[in-house]
């Protein structure tokens, strides 16, 4: 699956840029503040109608425009097959369509051209909290079980309604029923979340195991509410405490991927380097769970590779991505020193301004 066209209105700083990106590695090159991050942000929403820079659209819309689009040629090698997709969004509106129809869910938008994105941020996924490696598991989850966004809307409204009632004196009767629903969807999505978590450590040995990590990476998944009792036991014994908290204190909301070098947590162990070279890794594995379940891997967006990694690693991540077949929208100041030859397009970014490198 790769954009065979793209077409950015008010984006940041680019205010009409039409690009026809090939399959594979596409280098943007440019100077800070060019727009080449902009470009990885507009994919971004095409992908999901969010920003992975910002969440408030009010930043993003190009400061003299009243709305931005972005309008995609998608083509799936697979089947053959084709189709256009285009999110508008103004300070108070969105719209999304995909071959002119509008949908009515943004994960639509994912399904039809799935992104990985890949950014300065990308540690954080190692030493920061627990909800992004939620997110992690999730990306995966949602591309290779076909119930999970149900389960996962489901969940989060039961949760929602739940945690309303626990702050009602005298409502266990309705805590009750929505302790039903929750334990069902949450069951669920813990049982799914398993299955990807199993099925994740081969995967990250194989991808891993030409890089300079020398140390053995072990992966657990925490549930969320102690195992010892099934989810609707839980539920019931931590009532009293979540009425006195006034929230839901557990289930799949609280889960994590626990990560641990030698029994200990790899946030504490590792210098930053050793983190971002980890975390893109567990990038990587996405990619590749992903092509085994569709057949095809998702487009990467890599802001700034060249700053997140040393030439040993480089060379190899883009080797890769490169054996993988992925689309890659790649940034960097300047032309690659390392893996110049596997880059298959060039373009370069100027003032908003996007030109292919002949």
Request: net charge neutral.
């Given at each position: 699956?790769?954009?065979?066209?793209?077409?950015?209105?008010?984006?940041?700083?680019?205010?009409?840029?039409?690009?026809?990106?090939?399959?594979?590695?596409?280098?943007?090159?440019?100077?800070?503040?060019?727009?080449?991050?902009?470009?990885?942000?507009?994919?971004?929403?095409?992908?999901?109608?969010?920003?992975?820079?910002?969440?408030?659209?009010?930043?993003?819309?190009?400061?003299?425009?009243?709305?931005?689009?972005?309008?995609?040629?998608?083509?799936?090698?697979?089947?053959?097959?084709?189709?256009?997709?285009?999110?508008?969004?103004?300070?108070?509106?969105?719209?999304?369509?995909?071959?002119?129809?509008?949908?009515?869910?943004?994960?639509?938008?994912?399904?039809?051209?799935?992104?990985?994105?890949?950014?300065?941020?990308?540690?954080?996924?190692?030493?920061?909290?627990?909800?992004?490696?939620?997110?992690?598991?999730?990306?995966?989850?949602?591309?290779?079980?076909?119930?999970?966004?149900?389960?996962?809307?489901?969940?989060?409204?039961?949760?929602?309604?739940?945690?309303?009632?626990?702050?009602?004196?005298?409502?266990?009767?309705?805590?009750?029923?929505?302790?039903?629903?929750?334990?069902?969807?949450?069951?669920?999505?813990?049982?799914?979340?398993?299955?990807?978590?199993?099925?994740?450590?081969?995967?990250?040995?194989?991808?891993?195991?030409?890089?300079?990590?020398?140390?053995?990476?072990?992966?657990?998944?925490?549930?969320?509410?102690?195992?010892?009792?099934?989810?609707?036991?839980?539920?019931?014994?931590?009532?009293?405490?979540?009425?006195?908290?006034?929230?839901?204190?557990?289930?799949?909301?609280?889960?994590?991927?626990?990560?641990?070098?030698?029994?200990?947590?790899?946030?504490?162990?590792?210098?930053?380097?050793?983190?971002?070279?980890?975390?893109?890794?567990?990038?990587?594995?996405?990619?590749?769970?992903?092509?085994?379940?569709?057949?095809?891997?998702?487009?990467?967006?890599?802001?700034d590779m060249s700053s997140e990694l040393d030439d040993i690693a480089q060379e190899y991540v883009v080797s890769h991505l490169k054996k993988l077949g992925v689309q890659v929208f790649l940034t960097a100041i300047s032309d690659m020193t390392v893996g110049k030859s596997l880059i298959d397009q060039?373009?370069?970014?100027?003032?908003?301004?996007?030109?292919?490198?002949?």
């Amino acid at each position: 699956m790769h954009l065979t066209s793209l077409d950015v209105r008010s984006v940041r700083n680019l205010q009409s840029v039409s690009i026809h990106p090939v399959p594979g590695i596409n280098l943007f090159t440019g100077e800070n503040g060019a727009g080449k991050t902009s470009l990885l942000e507009a994919v971004s929403l095409l992908s999901t109608g969010r920003s992975f820079r910002s969440g408030a659209i009010s930043t993003i819309i190009s400061a003299e425009a009243e709305e931005l689009s972005v309008i995609g040629h998608i083509k799936n090698e697979l089947t053959g097959s084709s189709c256009i997709s285009g999110i508008s969004r103004s300070r108070d509106a969105l719209l999304a369509k995909i071959d002119g129809q509008t949908i009515a869910r943004l994960s639509e938008l994912a399904s039809a051209l799935p992104c990985l994105e890949i950014t300065a941020r990308n540690h954080e996924l190692i030493e920061g909290g627990p909800t992004l490696r939620r997110s992690y598991i999730d990306w995966i989850v949602f591309h290779v079980e076909h119930q999970f966004g149900d389960n996962y809307r489901r969940y989060r409204h039961a949760l929602s309604q739940r945690n309303a009632a626990l702050k009602i004196p005298g409502s266990d009767a309705i805590l009750d029923s929505w302790d039903r629903e929750l334990e069902k969807s949450g069951t669920a999505i813990h049982e799914q979340r398993l299955t990807v978590v199993e099925a994740f450590g081969n995967h990250y040995e194989a991808v891993a195991a030409n890089l300079p990590l020398d140390y053995e990476i072990d992966f657990s998944y925490s549930a969320g509410w102690n195992r010892e009792y099934s989810f609707a036991k839980a539920l019931q014994v931590a009532r009293l405490n979540c009425q006195r908290l006034g929230t839901t204190s557990v289930g799949p909301h609280r889960a994590d991927l626990r990560i641990r070098v030698k029994k200990q947590d790899v946030r504490y162990m590792n210098s930053r380097g050793q983190q971002k070279l980890l975390a893109i890794v567990m990038k990587l594995v996405q990619c590749e769970i992903y092509k085994q379940h569709h057949g095809h891997p998702p487009i990467v967006l890599f802001d700034d590779m060249s700053s997140e990694l040393d030439d040993i690693a480089q060379e190899y991540v883009v080797s890769h991505l490169k054996k993988l077949g992925v689309q890659v929208f790649l940034t960097a100041i300047s032309d690659m020193t390392v893996g110049k030859s596997l880059i298959d397009q060039r373009f370069h970014v100027e003032q908003g301004l996007i030109g292919k490198v002949i």
